[in-house]
Each structure stands twice: as structure tokens, then as C-alpha cells.
């Protein structure tokens, strides 16, 4: 993994220790086939993310599981068997919860820049700061993806309690609390 650039003339910003986590990659599902024959055929659909828990959704509703439509021991996979008209539809995996990162927690006011990077599998990350909303300015920026903020350079006012919040149409997640420290 690389380091998060922070504005060319600070170089690179080092990571804490605590990056250890492996990030959560986006799930992917893959079905074994999607044309079959009705009470002939079988289904194996997996989800395929580094997650330690997935849920399954059909058409926006808790996947129900039974005689016919079964889950794996560790929740990933769903064979359908055999297939039913009723079984064709939207199956997803929602998003979990999210992991938020910094570069640094203690940094000193107009010396320092911070890097956040909120680890997800959703497409939609809002930034709090301070239980609000965070307002982006020329020094407070966004990645393209929305999962990475920069902070640079740190001032006093930066001070305070960070959270990614994630959502899709079916859930939403915060993420653990990052406090930012800053020094003047």
C-alpha cells in the first residue's frame, strides 16, 4: 500500500501504526447462471468481498432461507435449488460498516497535513465533523471517491471528532469516532 500524498511540497504523509486492517473491498456477486429452466435447474450466487459479514437482499427485502434456497456456513454464498419463477429478481449484498483511518491524530497548527481515508464498500460516504455535516474548503478536500479527505494545512479550528457515515438504499453505517488533536 502506498502512503497518501499530501500537497507536493510536504512530501509524503507517513501512516500510523495502526494501519494493520485490510481494507473492505466493494462486493462483487457473480451468479452461476442467469437463464434457467424452471424446477430443473440450480443456482449458486456468491458474493465476493473481504467482509466479514454479508447480508443477502432479493428485491430490497431479507433474502428468506429454506428448503430450496440455503447459505453457506460463512454467509457468502446462496444456492437456490432448484429455481422457481418466483426465485428471478434483484439479489444484493448491502454495505457494512465502515473503517476510518487517519495519517495522524496529534498534529501542530499551520505545519501539519492529515489524511482520512474511510474504508467501505458503499458508494455514498458523507463526512461529519463534529456531529455536522463537514464544509469543504480550498484546504479541506475530498478524493474523487469521497473515501479519502485531506486536511492541509491543519489549523486549530480542525480540532474535533471525525466520522464517515455510509449508506445505500438499504442501510447506513458511521464509522468509529477519529479525534484530531492540533497543537498551536
Known amino acids: ?62 433474502l428468506l432461507f429454506g428448503e430450496r434456497i440455503k447459505l453457506s456456513d460463512d454467509h457468502k454464498t446462496v444456492t437456490i435449488d432448484p429455481v422457481r419463477r418466483e426465485d428471478a429478481g434483484n439479489y444484493q449484498s448491502p454495505v457494512s460498516m465502515p473503517t476510518l483511518l487517519a495519517s495522524n491524530t496529534t498534529v501542530t497548527e499551520n505545519e501539519d497535513a492529515v489524511v482520512m481515508t474511510c474504508y467501505t464498500n458503499a458508494s455514498n460516504t458523507q463526512w461529519l465533523f463534529n456531529a455536522k455535516s463537514l464544509r469543504f474548503t ?3 478536500k475530498l478524493s474523487d ?35 484530531l488533536d492540533v497543537k498551536y
Not at 507536493?8 to 485490510?22: D, I, N, Q, S
Not at 469521497?146 to 438499504?170: M, W
Open 145 to 179: 471517491d469521497h473515501q479519502t479527505l485531506t486536511i492541509d494545512p491543519v489549523r486549530r479550528e480542525d480540532a474535533g471528532i471525525y466520522l464517515c457515515k455510509v449508506s445505500n438504499p438499504f442501510s447506513t453505517f458511521v464509522s468509529a469516532p477519529v479525534e
Open 1 to 62: 500500500m502506498e502512503f497518501p500524498a499530501a500537497s507536493a511540497h510536504r512530501g509524503l504523509v507517513p501512516w500510523l501504526g495502526l494501519l494493520l486492517a485490510e481494507s473492505l473491498s466493494v462486493p462483487t456477486l457473480l451468479a452461476s447462471n442467469t437463464t434457467v429452466t424452471e424446477n430443473e435447474d440450480a443456482v449458486v450466487m456468491t458474493c465476493h468481498t473481504n467482509s466479514m459479514y454479508t447480508k443477502w437482499l432479493f428485491n430490497s427485502e431479507i
Open 138 to 140: 480550498e484546504r479541506i
